[in-house]
């Protein structure tokens, strides 16, 4: 079975400046996807970047980055110029494609959560 | 275009009672998935449904149950109600033919 690790229970950071979350997963999988997802206080689960294993290229969206190594199994998310819209539970998520088989496929399997605070 | 579409947006009940949750997919969408959110429990996954049948469950009693309509969307039902159960349940959508099975999320139940 997979498991997904957020060591940080929480964060903060000062608004425009630069914060890394990290992620740590274990799997015996060679191809799967990660992602990232946001929680604000409104408590929709946003997508902030998807990540998939076989590429070797770290996913960018905007502000939003990933750190991901392979080998490691480690998958950090990094925001620049923080925002204070960017105030949430984040959470790191892995997923087998829907077509891989077993009894894990086709669902997501979460870590704990890091609560991000964006100070002013 | 619509996102994933959930209702009630929040409910109360007692223990003992029954309550179905509803769930609409985005559209072109096959796979509808259930998720748990208790208070200090993180998401724990529920049921998968792709095409009409559930393809995965969680590990949650069989009071927890749920099906898939012919337009893709979903129903979550869970019968006598206990105190645990109080969660945000939130519902979310994908497709196999977005690369990557990207899930999308409603906003939930509570």
């Known amino acids: 079975a997979q498991t997904v690790t957020q060591s940080q229970p929480e964060m903060s950071v000062q608004e425009a400046e630069t914060v890394t979350l990290s992620c740590t997963y274990d799997?015996?999988?060679?191809?799967?996807?990660l992602f990232w997802y946001k929680q604000p206080p409104s408590r929709q689960m946003i997508l902030v970047i998807r990540?998939?294993?076989?590429?070797?290229q770290n996913a960018t969206e905007n502000r939003f980055s990933v750190n991901f190594q392979k080998a490691a199994k480690s998958f950090s998310l990094k925001i620049s110029d923080s925002q204070l819209g960017d105030t949430a539970m984040y959470f790191c998520?892995?997923?087998?494609?829907?077509?891989?088989?077993?009894?894990?496929?086709?669902?997501?399997?979460f870590g704990q959560g890091t609560i991000l605070t964006v100070h002013p | 275009e619509a996102g994933v579409t959930q209702s009630p947006t929040h409910l109360i009940k007692t223990r003992g009672q029954q309550v179905t949750l509803r769930c609409s997919p985005i559209s072109g969408h096959t796979s509808v998935y259930w998720y748990q959110q208790a208070l200090g429990l993180g998401l724990q996954f529920l049921l998968w449904?792709?095409?009409?049948?559930?393809?995965n469950r969680g590990n949650f009693p069989p009071r927890f149950s749920g099906r898939q309509f012919p337009n893709y969307s979903s129903e979550l039902n869970v019968n006598a109600l206990e105190l645990e159960d109080s969660a945000l349940y939130l519902c979310?959508?994908?497709?196999?033919?977005?690369?990557?099975?990207?899930?999308?999320f409603g906003d939930g139940s509570w």
């Open positions: 449904y792709d095409e009409g049948e559930e393809r």
């Open positions: 799997t015996s999988e060679n191809n799967y996807y």
């Open positions: 998520a892995f997923m087998k494609p829907s077509n891989a088989g077993g009894t894990s496929y086709g669902k997501l399997t």
């Open positions: 990540q998939e294993a076989y590429k070797q």
């Open positions: 979310a959508s994908s497709s196999d033919r977005i690369p990557g099975n990207t899930i999308f």
